[in-house]
């Protein structure tokens, strides 16, 4: 029979056990985070097919000249009228500005414009990327709060706490939102000229808008307009992601004792994410128009200028072009986007 002595010294010291749960524990985080990413990119999906139409009114009426459209309507129906209703929404924009160049070349007739969707090609792009960071960053951020705070992590984050984290979320997305909406804004903006006879399209796809913008101006004008994205996502983050949680803890079932009891309802989960929608984009909707004039100016604009100019152009309404539109893709888009993410969610719970 062993002695209690050397059975003693078989049992892990104090250092090993809390080597051992610091391991599990980055390892639980690191899977938590996988999963953030994946069910952003269900989320980003949901996004993209209900708010791109919205989304493209809002940065055409910011960017165009002073009298091109009346109202957020006067886009649809100007839209609509270039591209036909039944090519409002979904197609493929590459396809669309190669047969401008065939219809012009062929046949002599006007072009027609872009549709309201972007390209496939962007829009597969737009569904991996942003979005999936944004809730990937999220995690790592209430890491990080968890990490340099004093409450137990059984504790439910705080809404300031949780405003960080969401804050944090637009660092890393930055890098991907900025030269994606550099490009974003190019070719919407594209889409909506009219082109004389046998005109091409100075862009005809995303990557060919990274090639000509890196020619011209090397890897700072791809990336114009970062600051201005961080100064937009970052502030727009913190009050998306409290605003939700804020909302959802509201409506979220409670037994007798004040305590959470079942799930939310997708009704209220919905209701939560619209809400977050548009409580990310009232605080920052000057910032997001700076930032499109500042992403479609033609040679070396500077923020001051570009804030200058919008202010000469109609005062401080001039900031607020496209608020309608956005504000209505913000309730759908964002109820679509945590509808998404929270049924991935579920869904990886149960297989995993």
Not at 14 to 38: G, H, I, N, P, W
Not at 156 to 173: H, N, R, T
Not at 194 to 221: F, T
Request: glycine residues 10%.
């Amino acid at each position: 029979m062993p002695s209690s002595s050397s059975t003693t010294s078989n049992l892990p010291s104090t250092e090993e056990l809390a080597s051992d749960v610091v391991k599990t524990t980055k390892a639980s985080a690191s899977a938590l985070q996988l999963r953030s990413l994946a069910a952003g990119g269900v989320g980003g999906i949901c996004a993209v097919v209900v708010g791109h139409p919205f989304d493209l009114v809002k940065v055409r009426l910011q960017t165009a000249d002073k009298g091109t459209y009346s109202s957020a309507v006067d886009v649809v129906r100007k839209s609509v009228a270039r591209a036909g209703l039944a090519r409002v929404g979904f197609d493929v924009a590459i396809r669309d500005a190669r047969a401008k160049s065939r219809q012009t070349e062929n046949t002599n007739q006007p072009p027609r414009a872009n549709p309201m969707f972007l390209k496939v090609g962007t829009l597969r792009w737009c569904l991996r990327t942003p979005i999936m960071v944004s809730f990937w960053g999220y995690d790592v951020g209430k890491t990080l709060v968890t990490r340099f705070s004093s409450q137990p992590s059984s504790q439910p984050f705080s809404i300031p706490q949780l405003a960080s984290a969401g804050f944090f979320s637009a660092i890393p997305m930055t890098l991907i939102t900025a030269p994606f909406e550099r490009v974003k804004v190019l070719l919407q903006i594209q889409g909506q000229q009219n082109l004389p006879p046998g005109a091409k399209p100075r862009y005809s796809g995303g990557l060919d808008v990274v090639r000509q913008l890196y020619r011209e101006g090397g890897i700072r004008s791809v990336f114009r307009g970062s600051l201005m994205t961080l100064a937009r996502d970052g502030p727009g983050s913190a009050a998306y992601f409290a605003s939700y949680e804020y909302v959802k803890r509201k409506l979220t079932p409670l037994d007798k004792d004040g305590k959470p009891s079942g799930d939310l309802s997708l009704t209220a989960v919905m209701t939560a994410g619209g809400a977050a929608g548009v409580a990310m984009w009232i605080p920052v909707f000057p910032i997001d128009t700076i930032k499109s004039r500042l992403q479609s100016a033609e040679g070396r604009p500077t923020i001051g200028g570009v804030v200058r100019g919008v202010y000469a152009s109609g005062g401080f309404k001039a900031f607020f072009p496209g608020i309608g539109p956005a504000l209505a893709r913000a309730v759908p888009a964002n109820a679509a986007t945590f509808l998404g993410v929270e049924l991935a969610h579920k869904a990886m719970d149960r297989m995993f």
